[in-house]
């Protein structure tokens, strides 16, 4: 083999395996550094930073005490999503304290299924056009779907529960012995 075709066949291997190494998985850090955010009708916003990993939390959105959203004036119309981590579940509830039964008006789990899943402001509503298991945005799958009939999804949600994965592990070390 001449010696042009040994540095090209090396830089391409060296290439694919820098690449591989900055495309590793998401580092024990990402857990709370997303958001979820939602907007009243307004266009007053509330944003929810992420738990960290393995955690599960409750948000009560609306409500006369405890909610972590005081400047949305009644309802939640839109949200978003900004860097979440993958395997990230999300429930929203019309009920107020996330005690989902089966009187329970409305319950929607969204669950992420790529790494920093971010999503534009989108109709809380949009979520009733979307079948289970299908894609509702770029690596954001709609998991399941309860609701009365005739009840609105706009306007409903009250609660909302987060719960991120468990820790991912800590990729190798790229450094050569």
Same mark, same amino acid.
């Given at each position: 083999m !001449?010696?042009?075709?040994?540095? %090209?066949?090396?830089? /391409?291997?060296?290439?694919?395996? +820098?690449?591989?190494?900055?495309?590793s998985?998401e580092?024990?850090?990402?857990?709370?550094?997303?958001?979820?955010?939602?907007?009243?009708?307004?266009?007053?916003?509330? @944003?929810?930073? %992420?738990? *960290?990993?393995?955690?599960?939390?409750?948000?009560? /959105?609306?409500?006369? *005490?405890? !909610? +972590?959203?005081? !400047?949305? &004036?009644? @309802?939640?119309?839109?949200?978003? %999503?900004?860097g979440?981590?993958?395997?990230?579940?999300?429930?929203?509830? @019309? *009920?107020?304290?996330?005690?989902?039964?089966?009187?329970?008006?409305?319950?929607?789990?969204? #669950?992420?299924?790529?790494?920093?899943?971010?999503?534009?402001?989108?109709?809380? #509503?949009?979520?009733?056009?979307?079948?289970?298991?299908?894609?509702?945005?770029?690596?954001?799958? /709609?998991?399941?779907?309860?609701?009365?009939?005739?009840?609105?999804?706009?306007?409903? +949600?009250?609660?909302?529960? &987060? #719960?991120?994965?468990t820790?991912?592990?800590?990729?190798?070390?790229?450094?050569?012995?």
């Amino acid at each position: 083999m !001449n010696p042009f075709r040994k540095v %090209l066949c090396g830089l /391409l291997f060296t290439t694919h395996i +820098i690449y591989a190494a900055g495309a590793s998985a998401e580092t024990p850090t990402d857990a709370g550094t997303g958001s979820i955010a939602f907007r009243d009708s307004s266009n007053h916003m509330c @944003s929810m930073d %992420l738990p *960290d990993y393995g955690t599960e939390k409750i948000y009560r /959105l609306l409500g006369d *005490d405890g !909610n +972590i959203c005081e !400047n949305l &004036i009644s @309802s939640t119309r839109s949200w978003s %999503l900004s860097g979440l981590p993958s395997a990230t579940s999300i429930t929203l509830s @019309s *009920d107020e304290y996330c005690e989902n039964g089966s009187t329970t008006s409305v319950v929607i789990t969204l #669950k992420t299924i790529e790494k920093r899943v971010t999503t534009p402001i989108r109709e809380l #509503k949009v979520l009733g056009d979307y079948a289970i298991n299908g894609i509702v945005d770029r690596g954001l799958q /709609l998991k399941s779907r309860q609701q009365r009939p005739g009840w609105p999804i706009t306007d409903s +949600i009250k609660c909302m529960i &987060i #719960k991120t994965p468990t820790q991912p592990p800590v990729p190798p070390s790229s450094t050569a012995p």
